[in-house]
């Protein structure tokens, strides 16, 4: 089995880089005059907590607007060039299929925004953890309930608490505040003297 490396780190962009909810409330007021607000996404389903289709949401998602524009959340990228000096391999993963070209757009926004990163992954969410594995990640920071859960199966995993997320957690998943915090956690672990920079998850 390979081991762990704790310095390579896993991180989300919808809802951990990028304020998805901030454009999801913009883009549904400017397209199909819905007036959602912030409160009333309390799943990660938003469907199911307000009142907008699936289809709508998918057409906001297949418009290149959408991604292009998507503001990034406060100190996300302080945070990631902090993790990234501090020696690790930052892999961006993400669930995004949405048009043709989406990959070139995604790339393009994170070199817009300086957020530094070793590789850009796209993956389904249910290989998420296949991903994990093979880059022999120690850690994963996400926003997803669902998502993190299935990662717990490889590796620690930081889940930024947001109203959407709200629920039980298993041992290998720590709620955390932000993504400063959660880089704040990472740092501290891989710099005591007992890890020596790895550990078993
Ligand atoms: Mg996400």
């Known amino acids: 089995m390979p081991r762990i490396d704790e310095r390579s780190v896993g991180c989300d962009l919808d809802g951990v880089i990028g304020d998805i909810v901030r454009q999801l409330v913009r883009f549904s007021r400017l397209e199909?005059?819905?007036?959602?607000?912030?409160?009333?996404?309390?799943?990660?389903?938003?469907?199911?907590?307000?009142?907008?289709?699936?289809?709508?949401?998918?057409?906001?998602?297949?418009n290149p607007e959408f991604f292009r524009s998507l503001p990034v959340l406060p100190y996300s990228r302080r945070a990631l060039a902090k993790l990234a000096t501090s020696g690790c391999a930052i892999h961006i993963v993400t669930d995004r299929f949405w048009y043709e070209g989406i990959q070139k757009d995604t790339r393009a926004w994170l070199e817009q925004h300086k957020?530094?990163?070793?590789?850009?992954?796209?993956?389904?969410?249910?290989?998420k953890n296949l991903v994990a594995q093979k880059l022999n990640m120690g850690w994963f920071i996400e926003d997803q309930l669902s998502n993190a859960l299935l990662l717990a199966s490889s590796c620690r995993v930081l889940l930024i608490d947001r109203p959407y997320n709200q629920g039980v957690l298993p041992a290998k998943v720590t709620r955390v505040k932000s993504l400063p915090a959660a880089v704040e956690m990472i740092s501290k672990a891989i710099h005591t003297p007992e890890s020596n920079g790895r550990v078993a998850c």
């Open 32 to 62: 199909h005059k819905i007036y959602l607000t912030r409160t009333l996404v309390v799943s990660e389903n938003v469907e199911t907590c307000a009142p907008i289709e699936r289809e709508q949401l998918h057409r906001l998602f297949q």
């Open 115 to 127: 957020i530094p990163f070793e590789s850009l992954i796209f993956s389904r969410k249910s290989e």
